[in-house]
């Protein structure tokens, strides 16, 4: 994975001053869009449209500093018109294109380079099981999406379940895993941005097509699970296990992830700040 993701580094340098889709970007790495956006934005720390958008930027600074006139160089790299090319350079850089000609200031990004890194040699057990078609079913809401401590949009959701919802829920639950899970999907910036909005279940896993208007449902097609158990502090371990996940497990192994809802279910320590976890991505052989 780290050859193709080079690859595709090589190719992006190629094409800075082309229409650069992202689809044409995976078509070339050879993945899935959604799975080749996803380990690249772990293992860098950005989308692949702010890379794009960061590079462009650095290599237009470049030729302003080598004297192109600044109206070249926004058509150059693909802005429509001289006011949009401004806002953007001035909004990465922190300063106007103009002044890098007249007073010589300059902002530089530079290409990528992904290369393997060991850290601390740490394992991560992990299974695969196949399930059958199901449907999440529980209480949901949109939700800001948060990758660090704990959000409190979902402690407020789990607080808003009614007693009867758990009823419901608990006559409903009819496979594994039989435990209460978290689900997150329909994220509007395909979990790649914190500050996006998500959609967040409390619930179960049920077979069961008949519900109350009281639970939202949410089929879930037949697929293959990654599954990754984890103990430890909460919520760093979960949060640490589902980074390592797209980070490190996903690059190295023979999956990729799909596009359906993935979920955790935790036991919580008598304190809350410890737990055992185990979180299911759904998975495809490459």
Aim: hydrophobic fraction near 40%; glycine fraction near 6%.
């Amino acid at each position: 994975m780290l050859k193709e993701l080079n690859h595709v580094i090589d190719y992006i340098e190629e094409h800075l001053t082309d229409d650069l889709s992202l689809e044409k970007i995976s078509e070339y790495a050879g993945e899935s869009d959604y799975h080749f956006r996803k380990i690249f934005f772990y293992l860098s720390g950005m989308t692949l449209s702010e890379y794009i958008k960061n590079r462009r930027l650095s290599e237009a600074n470049k030729e302003l500093l080598q004297g192109q006139k600044v109206t070249d160089v926004a058509f150059k790299y693909g802005y429509q018109s001289l006011d949009g090319f401004t806002r953007a350079f001035k909004k990465w850089s922190g300063f106007l294109p103009s002044d890098v000609i007249k007073l010589r200031v300059s902002k530089m990004f530079p290409k990528l380079s992904f290369v393997i890194a060991v850290k601390g040699g740490t394992s991560m057990e992990f299974r695969i099981e196949d399930k059958p078609a199901f449907n999440l079913v529980g209480v949901s809401k949109r939700i800001p999406l948060q990758f660090e401590g704990v959000n409190q949009e979902i402690v407020k959701l789990a607080q808003s379940i009614t007693q009867a919802q758990r009823e419901e829920m608990h006559r409903l639950q009819d496979i594994e895993p039989m435990e209460v899970v978290n689900a997150s999907f329909d994220s509007d910036t395909d979990f790649l941005i914190e500050g996006g909005e998500l959609t967040h279940l409390i619930g179960v896993l049920s077979t069961k097509e008949e519900i109350s208007d009281q639970l939202t449902k949410v089929p879930v097609a037949a697929a293959t699970w990654a599954i990754f158990p984890n103990e430890g502090p909460f919520p760093f371990t979960l949060q640490d296990t589902m980074a390592r996940i797209y980070s490190e497990w996903l690059p190295s192994s023979d999956y990729e992830v799909i596009k359906a809802p993935s979920f955790s279910f935790t036991h919580l320590s008598e304190t809350g700040d410890y737990a055992y976890s185990e979180v299911w991505v759904p998975v495809r052989k490459k």
